[in-house]
């Protein structure tokens, strides 16, 4: 089904303590992103916009992150 969508595609796998296939930069438009465990802890991923030519020290990532609950 997610084949036939004509979105792009990226797979993202949790292992240990790192994430494996995670692009720095998304192409614009619609992505279809899958998410597996695969490691044996619980892992959860968050996705944020920048808008173009906006960057964010790690600390400001991160309180948007906490920030958006």
């Known amino acids: 089904m997610l084949g036939a969508c004509g979105f792009s595609q990226t ?3 949790a292992v ?3 994430y ?3 692009p720095a930069t998304l192409p614009a438009g619609t992505t279809a992103l899958t998410f597996v465990n ?3 802890e619980q892992h ?3 996705l944020v916009r920048v808008n173009d030519g906006g960057l ?3 600390t400001e990532r ?3 992150v906490i920030s958006a609950g």
């Open 16 to 18: 240990g303590h790192e």
């Open 38 to 40: 695969e490691g044996e």
């Open 56 to 58: 964010l020290s790690r």
């Open 62 to 64: 991160c309180h948007r």
């Open 20 to 22: 494996e296939g995670l």
């Open 44 to 46: 959860m991923i968050g």
């Open 11 to 13: 797979r993202v796998a």
